[in-house]
């Protein structure tokens, strides 16, 4: 029997499966579909991430705000002591690096933005369901939900870097790959995760807007509580963070329920994530926005400015002129500059309190007033460009370049012409006719009309009118100024002008002289300031320096560009030869000393007279006057007047003009409360040596208080190789022959000093000497048949004549013209010039440095001088000694120079006084 073995697993078929009960079989070409399409999308993916690059961030180059300090500001200009602040269209942004952050503001942000930050590679794909849990949680709750979004930190700080404009799906997903491109590149570069974090955060916080116009946590801080951003505290730091989605509406200031939620939302997440415990979360939602700020007034024009009750708008309004031509089309809004400035603010409150309180700008018929100081570097310390700005814009200060259009500067143009006069090799000690009035026709290419010039000695032809150049300068002789530029050649003095810092345009006309062409005191100061520093040219600068926001130095002392190429030490050119810069200082000196700057004299307490040197102007019709000098490396120049306006008539500082032309304002004396300015026709005028040389006194006195007394300023007088013009006017003074001994006796007899008093005393130890002067109220009147002098009864002179054997004075004394008498001024090298002698009159005033004369008791003075005048052949001449100090009649004196300007215009004239023997009440 047969049996049958029992089935094996190798024994037959195995029996077939039922396929259909695997699901995965049952859809394989589903998910095969599936994979293909997932290996697709990935292809496409990548090719897309591929093709998307990371944009370099310019973060370098980012836009903050730009700060103007003044000249206190040594280093570390910045939001904390800036005059000035300047912000490309609202974006005020102040960088600072991930070090200067506090700790309480990185948990903050993180809490409230992207708590997984620290954490993540770019992207949070956990972070992205959470805000859509919120999102819809927040439909569903009405509000409910906490504030973060999809995007992480490094998302948000992509979307400001890039500033990616495309729909929002492509830039989402451009956003995402350029997130985790970012933070692998920045880890690799940096070599850890942690390092690469903190640069993104530091860059997001400081491109992040706040409100209020500001970018940056930085300049958020201090806009919203006015400190930096390292010193705010926890409840700060969570209004802060609260900004970032919504900074309108998280603006306490316009929504403080909105302000406080969000605040409580970022304290709530800080308190999740550990940063803080709940006490401190209950005690920071409990502030009261103690220490927020309201928000800033919006700003018209260049916005706050410190100082601005000083006037110091206007100094900050012409740095940033300048600033916009170093970094045109608005790029130094957008450069983060620093930059250091000239102005003193301790000087600039003197100028301004200077001008005002002799011209109160609230009254509406006062003159104006500007001041410009320039120290010995050539730096503007000081700039009273106007009164109000909120008023008027137009800066006084600097002509044209401030908006206005100059003022005539009267005789300080004389000083030009004096330096190009020795610069071409003449003596000061020259002599020439000081007539009244002279006339010269219009030249013969016609572009210089006929000019009369008014403004010297006397128009009495009984009365001497020689005068050297020196004293020509000292009284502002017009008419001998006219008769230099013939000399010297009108275009050559406007050359000279020009090279030692003039920039307004002049006529090459011989009436420039005289000033008829506009400039501003800032060109004054700046030209003179030259001449201080013995002819070396240093052009008035604002800037000092400006830096980067690292504080690498772009440029030094910027004028025309700001290569970076500057040296701190500032170059100037030899504009003048420094010898004849020296000489024509000495010819200013004796306007202080002597002439018609006296009122500028600086006294010191203990009587000493500090050095200095200036000069005077005037202008036609006593609409402009001037007082510009220099001492001890400090100079400046004073305008005061009436610019003019379209809408008004043209009004004058003269009170006879205003009536002539009909203007109903209040006199001289009238503003002014006083009948000092009153002149001898009984008119009030005001001359560049009354006001404006006391406004330049009263400061210079303020700025240099508490200093030593500089040395005496660098004078040098001329050399015997200067030509000496006008010798041949020698021959008409008067020669004298002996001494009359009666004369000399009636001079030298003594008297009962009780009986008599002096004005001026002589020191009798000095045989040569020679000084008199009348006193302030002498008068002298005038015909066309003689002169005749008169004084007051009590008032007497002193005079010391030489003795018959005495010897001749030295060339420092030795010639004086008749009717003026200076001394000091004697002609170098003239055979006339020895044996002359000064009439016994001197309109020099005693100066506070000279010792006390000896005092020799004198009777009355005879009628003529001891010294008999003799023609040359020696015949005896008989004639009366004009008045001290050679004053004109009251219809002929301290008249202005008529049609003065060239080309149909009025040009400006001076005063034709200045040569009082009391302080002047003129000038020239």
């Known amino acids: 029997m047969h049996v049958q073995p029992p089935p094996g697993p190798?024994?037959?078929?195995?029996?077939?499966?039922?396929?259909?009960?695997?699901?995965?079989?049952?859809?394989?070409?589903?998910?095969?579909?599936?994979?293909?399409?997932?290996?697709?999308?990935?292809?496409?993916?990548?090719?897309?991430?591929?093709?998307?690059?990371?944009?370099?961030?310019?973060?370098?180059?980012?836009?903050?705000?730009?700060?103007?300090?003044?000249?206190?500001?040594?280093?570390?200009?910045?939001?904390?002591?800036?005059?000035?602040?300047?912000?490309?269209?609202?974006?005020?942004?102040?960088?600072?690096?991930?070090?200067?952050?506090?700790?309480?503001?990185?948990?903050?942000?993180?809490?409230?933005?992207?708590?997984?930050f620290f954490q993540h590679r770019g992207v949070d794909p956990g972070g992205l369901l959470r805000a859509a849990y919120q999102v819809g949680k927040r439909e569903l709750t009405d509000g409910g939900g906490s504030l973060q979004g999809g995007s992480t930190i490094t998302q948000q700080y992509i979307k400001l870097a890039t500033q990616d404009d495309a729909d929002q799906i492509t830039r989402k997903a451009r956003e995402i790959v350029r997130a985790m491109k970012l933070e692998q590149e920045l880890t690799e570069e940096l070599g850890t995760t942690e390092a690469a974090k903190q640069l993104i955060l530091e860059r997001y916080l400081n491109r992040a807007y706040f409100g209020r116009g500001v970018y940056g946590v930085q300049a958020a801080s201090r806009i919203y509580f006015d400190k930096d951003v390292g010193e705010i505290d926890l409840p700060e730091a969570a209004y802060l963070a609260g900004l970032l989605r919504n900074p309108s509406r998280a603006d306490a200031s316009e929504d403080i329920v909105e302000a406080e939620r969000?605040?409580?939302?970022?304290?709530?997440?800080?308190?999740?994530?550990?940063?803080?415990?709940?006490?401190?979360?209950?005690?920071?939602?409990?502030?009261?926005?103690?220490?927020?700020?309201?928000?800033?007034?919006?700003?018209?024009?260049?916005?706050?400015?410190?100082?601005?009750?000083y006037g110091s708008e206007y100094f900050i309004a012409a740095v940033r002129r300048q600033l916009d031509q170093l970094f045109p089309n608005g790029q130094y809004f957008t450069e983060s500059l620093r930059v250091y400035t000239t102005l003193d603010p301790d000087l600039q409150r003197l100028a301004y309190q200077t001008v005002t309180s002799k011209l109160d700008p609230r009254n509406p018929f006062m003159p104006l007033g500007s001041l410009v100081a320039v120290n010995n570097e050539g730096?503007?310390?000081?700039?009273?460009?106007?009164?109000?700005?909120?008023?008027?814009?137009?800066?006084?200060?600097?002509?044209?370049?401030?908006?206005?259009?100059?003022?005539?500067?009267?005789?300080?143009?004389?000083?030009?012409?004096?330096?190009?006069?020795?610069?071409?090799?003449?003596?000061?000690?020259?002599?020439?006719?000081?007539?009244?009035?002279?006339?010269?026709?219009?030249?013969?290419?016609?572009?210089?009309?006929?000019?009369?010039?008014?403004?010297?000695?006397?128009?009495?032809?009984?009365?001497?009118?020689?005068?050297?150049?020196?004293?020509?300068?000292?009284?502002s002789t017009n008419t001998v100024f006219a008769q230099i530029m013939f000399d010297i050649g009108a275009t050559q003095m406007v050359q000279m002008a020009q090279d030692l810092g003039i920039t307004s345009e002049m006529l090459d006309c011989p009436s420039t002289v005289l000033g008829g062409n506009a400039v501003s005191p800032l060109e004054m100061a700046g030209s003179f300031a030259n001449i201080a520093r013995q002819g070396v040219r240093l052009d008035p600068i604002f800037i000092q320096r400006i830096e980067d926001a690292d504080g690498n130095v772009l440029c030094w002392y910027p004028t025309d560009s700001c290569d970076g190429g500057s040296s701190p030490n500032r170059q100037g050119e030899q504009a003048l030869n420094p010898s004849v810069a020296r000489q024509v200082i000495g010819a200013m000196e004796r306007v202080v000393t002597g002439g018609t700057g006296r009122r500028a004299r600086l006294i010191l307490p203990d009587e000493t007279l500090r050095p200095s040197a200036g000069k005077t102007g005037t202008t036609q019709r006593n609409q402009h006057a001037w007082y510009t000098g220099f001492t001890c490396g400090l100079t400046t120049s004073v305008w005061v007047g009436y610019p003019g306006q379209a809408d008004q008539p043209t009004r004058f500082m003269n009170d006879a003009e205003n009536v002539e032309n009909e203007v109903e304002w209040p006199t001289m004396a009238e503003l002014f409360g006083t009948e000092e300015y009153n002149n001898s026709r009984g008119n009030g005028d005001i001359t560049g040596g009354e006001i404006p040389a006391e406004l330049w006194h009263d400061f210079t006195m303020g700025a240099l208080a508490g200093l030593p007394p500089c040395d005496e300023l660098p004078t040098e007088g001329p050399s015997d190789a200067q030509s000496v013009q006008g010798l041949e006017l020698l021959t008409t003074l008067l020669h004298c022959a002996e001494p009359d001994p009666a004369l000399v006796a009636a001079q030298t007899t003594t008297t009962d000093p009780s009986a008599t008093s002096s004005t001026d005393t002589t020191d009798t130890t000095d045989p040569n000497a020679t000084t008199s002067s009348a006193p302030p109220d002498s008068s002298t009147t005038t015909s066309s048949q003689d002169t005749t002098t008169t004084q007051p009864p009590d008032t007497q002179s002193t005079t010391t004549t030489e003795a018959p054997d005495a010897a001749p004075p030295d060339d420092e004394s030795a010639l004086g013209a008749v009717g003026y008498g200076l001394v000091g001024d004697g002609a170098r090298g003239s055979g006339y010039a020895r044996s002359l002698r000064l009439f016994p009159f001197n309109n020099n005033q005693p100066q506070p440095t000279q010792p006390t004369p000896t005092t020799v008791p004198q009777t009355a003075p005879p009628a003529t001088d001891p010294c008999i005048p003799i023609d040359l052949d020696g015949n005896p001449i008989e004639t009366t000694i004009p008045a001290p100090g050679g004053n004109p009649t009251p219809d002929q004196g301290s008249m202005p120079d008529q049609g003065g300007g060239q080309g149909g215009g009025q040009g400006g004239g001076d005063q034709g006084g200045g040569q009082d023997a009391a302080p002047p009440t003129g000038d020239g």
């Not at 990371?54 to 980012?62: C, G, H, K």
């Not at 005059?83 to 269209?89: G, K, M, V, Y």
């Not at 709940?278 to 007034?297: E, F, K």
């Not at 503007?380 to 137009?394: C, F, H, I, N």
């Open 10 to 116: 190798l024994s037959g078929p195995v029996p077939p499966r039922n396929r259909r009960r695997n699901p995965f079989w049952r859809f394989r070409r589903f998910f095969f579909v599936v994979a293909v399409v997932m290996a697709v999308a990935f292809g496409g993916v990548w090719a897309f991430a591929s093709q998307v690059e990371l944009t370099e961030d310019n973060f370098d180059e980012l836009i903050e705000t730009t700060y103007i300090c003044t000249g206190e500001v040594l280093r570390d200009c910045g939001p904390e002591n800036a005059a000035n602040e300047l912000a490309a269209e609202g974006e005020d942004r102040v960088v600072i690096d991930y070090a200067e952050i506090p700790e309480v503001v990185v948990q903050a942000v993180v809490a409230t933005e992207d708590k997984s």
């Open 262 to 309: 969000r605040r409580s939302v970022t304290l709530g997440l800080m308190a999740e994530e550990g940063y803080i415990t709940v006490d401190q979360q209950l005690q920071a939602a409990a502030d009261p926005w103690g220490t927020l700020q309201p928000p800033p007034v919006t700003e018209v024009g260049i916005g706050e400015v410190k100082g601005s009750q």
């Open 379 to 475: 730096e503007v310390v000081a700039m009273m460009g106007g009164a109000d700005w909120d008023t008027s814009q137009v800066n006084l200060a600097m002509g044209t370049r401030g908006g206005g259009s100059g003022f005539e500067a009267g005789s300080q143009m004389k000083v030009f012409a004096l330096a190009e006069f020795i610069d071409q090799g003449f003596s000061p000690e020259s002599y020439y006719e000081a007539p009244f009035t002279i006339e010269y026709p219009q030249d013969a290419e016609g572009k210089c009309a006929n000019w009369k010039v008014r403004g010297g000695v006397s128009n009495n032809p009984a009365v001497e009118t020689h005068r050297t150049v020196y004293q020509a300068t000292a009284s």
